[in-house]
């Protein structure tokens, strides 16, 4: 279970440990630059898959790393797709979780590492 002490712990030391290997790359791809669309982050992570970066986005922003910060066109599908970016330091510590949150967001990690 991801405390929300821990989350900010990784505000404080940038380390990003505390994540399955996939989100680390998504984390890390983020970091170059930003915003992306998932698929732009499927390509800098060196995935074959948008699944493969997709869940892992969305575990991500139900914590409070990534936010949505807009939308726009994919030129491969034609189809309007979300933006995501790093969530400010400040967005990070102001968010509230309550446990049903904190075990969530626990739950979906601890199912990916297994997986």
Known sequence: MIHE???RA???SGSTEM???REQRCIEALRRRQPLTDREVMIACGFAEPNQVRP???TLIAAGVLVECGSTRCPITSKTV????LATKEQQTDLPFDAGQLA???AGI???RSA
Request: aromatic fraction near 14%.
């Open 82 to 85: 979300r933006l995501v970016r």
């Open 56 to 58: 892992r986005l969305t």
């Open 110 to 112: 601890n199912q990916q």
């Open 10 to 12: 990784f505000w404080d």
């Open 104 to 106: 969530a967001i626990a």
């Open 19 to 21: 994540f399955a290997a």
């Open 5 to 7: 002490n821990t989350l």
